[in-house]
């Protein structure tokens, strides 16, 4: 499956990082409009060309008229699209009825919803699923089966591995805050705290039950 990144920022390289390491994927940075009225917009037909040849696309596009548009021209084009930079239920709304459009609340948050290139995609990336091989009271190994996006559930796992498991959750939430998030600054939420806390809290609640089940074998 092929996976589009794209942003008129900075944002998104962190994503695309950690997708590569999984999927043909292709970061892809467009100028944003160099003016606020969407009747100035102009989106190269060589941009649209590119992107619909891709299976799914990511969209870390913070202009929200030129992220408009490229759903608008995309989204018959391509299997799916995940737009992780939005802001307001009426814009999220806007997207979704598109059909094929998904605007999560946080990009590690993604479960799967039916389309087969969007399940495939969240099979790999998404709410974070982990498994947690103790011996003793000591973790000694981390698998994660599902990432965040952004490689977060991958740097928790790596910086827990070799501690006890007393209060690992607790642990694992505090940790995940280390990790430099840019949910936040994409308007996802409005403030970081609650961005934290939400990454914090499915990150806990994936070891709590990996922690069960290793004590279930």
């Known amino acids: 499956m092929r996976v589009a990144i794209i942003t008129d ?3 998104g390289e962190r994503a695309y990082e950690t997708i590569k390491e999984e999927f043909d ?3 892809i940075l467009i ?21 619909e040849k891709f299976d799914l696309i990511l969209s870390y596009v913070l202009h929200p008229d030129l992220a408009l548009d490229l759903v608008e021209a995309l989204h018959d084009k391509v299997e799916w699209i995940i737009v992780g930079a939005w802001k307001g239920e009426w814009f999220k709304n806007q997207l979704e009825s598109y059909g094929n459009v998904t605007c999560p609340e946080n990009m590690c948050d993604l479960t799967e919803n039916g389309n087969a290139a969007f399940d495939e995609f969240v099979s790999v ?4 699923e982990v498994r947690v091989n103790c ?10 089966l599902r990432c965040a996006p952004c490689g977060s559930t991958k740097f928790v796992a790596e ?3 070799g501690e006890s498991t ?6 694992v939430g505090l940790k995940i805050q280390h990790y430099p998030c840019r949910a936040g600054r994409m308007r996802l939420f409005t403030d970081d ?7 914090a809290n499915l990150h806990k609640n994936a070891f709590e039950d990996a922690l069960e089940d290793d004590h279930s074998d």
């Open 166 to 171: 007393t209060n690992l959750p607790i642990k």
């Open 25 to 27: 994927s292709e970061y």
């Open 193 to 199: 705290e609650s961005k934290r806390e939400m990454a």
């Open 9 to 11: 920022d900075s944002y």
């Open 159 to 161: 910086a827990v591995t």
């Open 135 to 144: 011996q003793g009271d000591k973790v000694v190994d981390v698998e994660v």
């Open 125 to 128: 990336f998404g709410k974070p």
């Open 31 to 51: 100028d944003p409009p160099g003016s606020a009225f969407m009747d100035e917009i102009d989106i190269s037909p060589e941009i649209i060309n590119k992107l």
